[in-house]
């Protein structure tokens, strides 16, 4: 359901910029992730510090500033994340949906910028397409833990996540662009059920921090 939910925003999304008279962008993204899980109880001991892969992926819409390189990605996105199989758990699985407003700062080409597509620009391969990127998220997640296989529990939070990365814009023709990007990211506590491993139902705090490497397609027309 959710994964039906973000292909219908991600339509909607592309047929709004689609009717735009402007020059516009977007851009589609898929990565995977290997984040650390830490678990933390009321006293703050530390219940579990596995590893969390998984994938996301992402749709946004892109623009920038006039006069400096600078470009804004706002957009929306899904990850599937579970625990590797030494966890304690039975089951556990992390599911979150992201809304996001990314920023990336081209240095070498900070001030002296065509405004044209990655391959029309003239400085040279790395100083046209190297950014340092910081994104923030807004989280919304959902949780599924099983222990001993009792009865699944399900929790729903929100909270946030940053992503502090650099890339590397490669440009295939004026219409389609390649960037490759690694992101450190780190989030927010939010609401963990550990009631299946005690027999008192209790809420902790969690929270995930790590790698994702990603791949993205930039699709760019003008009417």
Sequence with gaps: MIIKKFILLSIFLLSIF????????????????????????????EIINEDLTGWSVEAAYWFRLKDFRVEFYPGIGYSSLTL?????????????????????????TFEDDCMCPTFNK???????????????????????????????DQVKSNTYL??????L?????????I?????????????????SIDDNPNYWDSNVSGWY????IGIRWQN
């Design 213 to 216: 490497f990603g791949l993205g």
């Design 162 to 167: 940053l992503d502090f990365g650099v890339g």
């Design 18 to 45: 689609l009717l735009n008279n402007a020059t516009a962008q977007i851009q589609l993204n898929g990565g995977y992730n290997n984040l650390a899980l830490e678990l933390n109880g009321n006293s703050n001991t």
């Design 84 to 108: 590797d199989n030494s966890s304690p758990f039975d089951e556990y699985e992390l599911n979150l949906t992201h809304l996001f407003w990314g920023t990336r700062v081209y240095p070498f």
């Design 179 to 195: 960037t490759p990007e690694l992101r450190y990211r780190l989030s927010g506590d939010f609401d963990s059920s550990l009631s």
């Design 169 to 177: 814009d490669l440009g295939v023709s004026e219409f389609l662009t």
């Design 122 to 152: 003239q400085s040279g391969f790395f100083e046209d397409g190297f950014f340092i990127s910081f994104t923030p998220h807004f989280i919304f997640s959902e949780q599924f833990t099983r222990f001993d296989a009792l009865e699944k």
